[in-house]
């Protein structure tokens, strides 16, 4: 289950893939579609939220436009 981290409110567009930076902000891409040429896409940041990051966890924009993260699972039998 994941737990909410911070409230950013976001509001997401179509098209872009929404996600939480080495600096713990909120940024986007364009997602890449068929067809399109390969190359680094540009990445715009979008919130300042300044999350400090704990190992063990993925952190991800939850669908309310906030900071999220769930526990990473691993060594799984």
Do not use: H, P, Q, W
């Amino acid at each position: 289950m994941a737990e909410k981290v911070a409230k950013a409110g976001v509001k997401k567009e179509a098209g872009y893939l929404y996600f939480v930076d080495k600096n713990g902000d909120i940024s986007r891409a364009v997602m890449a579609r068929g067809g399109r040429k390969k190359g680094r896409t540009k990445v715009e940041k979008v919130a300042k939220v300044g999350v400090k990051k704990e190992a063990g966890y993925l952190y991800f924009v939850d669908k309310n436009g906030d900071v999220s993260r769930a526990k990473m699972a691993r060594g799984r039998k």
